[in-house]
């Protein structure tokens, strides 16, 4: 009988370990100006993860003009912001002016528009549901 019960609670925790279903998100960028650099993404799960700098999982492709895609995998239930930018020069980082306005291309997800500073969090929130198979957002690099 003992047996029967621990087999019943292992399935039971198995069961419930094994609910919870991983989703992936496809961004499709537009408006790439060229072939030259990479172009970088960085995801983010919840607003502090954001604030903080702490990108959950990051990506990144040789740039081609026009459009791009980057699909980040197997992602947990929850709210998660995408951030890229175009590295023309190969230098790995996103090149600011004196003013601290960006001198290369930029997006966010969900197309959000920045506006003297990053956009809204809650304009860049991409939600994964714990039933969603493949989850899509679109961003627009944004060159100044």
């Known amino acids: 009988m003992n047996l029967r019960k621990a087999i019943a609670t292992g399935l039971l925790i ?4 094994c609910s919870v279903k991983a989703a992936d998100l496809t961004v499709t960028i537009d408006h790439i ?3 030259e650099g990479t172009v970088y993404a960085q995801l983010f799960l919840g607003e502090d993860s954001y604030n903080n700098n702490n990108a959950a999982q990051s990506a990144m492709m040789p740039a081609k003009q026009g459009a791009g895609e980057f699909t980040f995998k197997d992602l947990t239930p929850g709210d998660y912001v995408v951030r890229l930018y175009h590295d023309e020069n190969g230098n ?7 003013f601290g306005m960006p001198l290369e291309g930029y997006g966010f ?3 959000a528009v920045a506006n003297m500073g990053p956009p809204q ?8 549901e714990e039933s969603d198979g493949v ?3 679109k961003t627009k690099m944004t060159y100044l």
């Open 14 to 17: 198995l069961s419930i370990t």
């Open 33 to 35: 100006k060229s072939d």
């Open 92 to 98: 790995q980082q996103l090149d600011m002016n004196a």
């Open 109 to 111: 997800s969900n197309e």
């Open 121 to 128: 969090y809650k304009d860049m929130v991409v939600r994964i």
């Open 135 to 137: 989850v899509k957002t």
